[in-house]
């Protein structure tokens, strides 16, 4: 069983920025690849940003140019940088971790709220 454990979330002012991180109880290689999602109240979790075992890197449009998501394979971790925040950003953000062979793993998420 593979453990993720999201910190970093916060409340902010627009414009501001966040890092979150996902710690992994497991190698980061036995996972194929390494996605964000986030969800508000009431909605669907939506997908944010993938990061596979090669580096390659998508976003969802509505946070091209203002998220970064990356890797540290060394220490286990995952990162969602996030920049020029606006308030339809807030959102429980979870980190997910997807197998071929295992399936998804999912963290509990944390709360990032974007307000003035």
């Known amino acids: 069983q593979v453990q993720l454990a999201e910190s970093g979330g916060g409340s902010v002012q627009p414009g501001e920025s966040l890092r979150l991180s996902c710690a992994i109880s497991?190698?980061?290689?036995?996972?194929?690849?390494m996605r964000w999602y986030r969800q508000v109240l009431g909605g669907q979790r939506e997908l944010v940003a993938t990061?596979?075992?090669?580096?390659?890197?998508t976003y969802a449009e509505s946070v091209q140019g203002r998220f970064t998501i990356s890797r540290d394979s060394a220490k286990n971790l995952v990162f969602l940088q996030m920049n020029s925040l606006k308030p339809e950003d807030t959102a429980v953000y979870y980190c997910?971790?997807?197998?071929?062979?295992?399936?998804?793993?999912w963290g509990r998420g944390t709360q990032v709220t974007v307000s003035s």
């Open positions: 997910n971790g997807y197998s071929y062979v295992r399936g998804d793993f």
């Open positions: 990061i596979t075992g090669s580096d390659v890197t």
């Open positions: 497991s190698t980061i290689k036995s996972l194929s690849m």
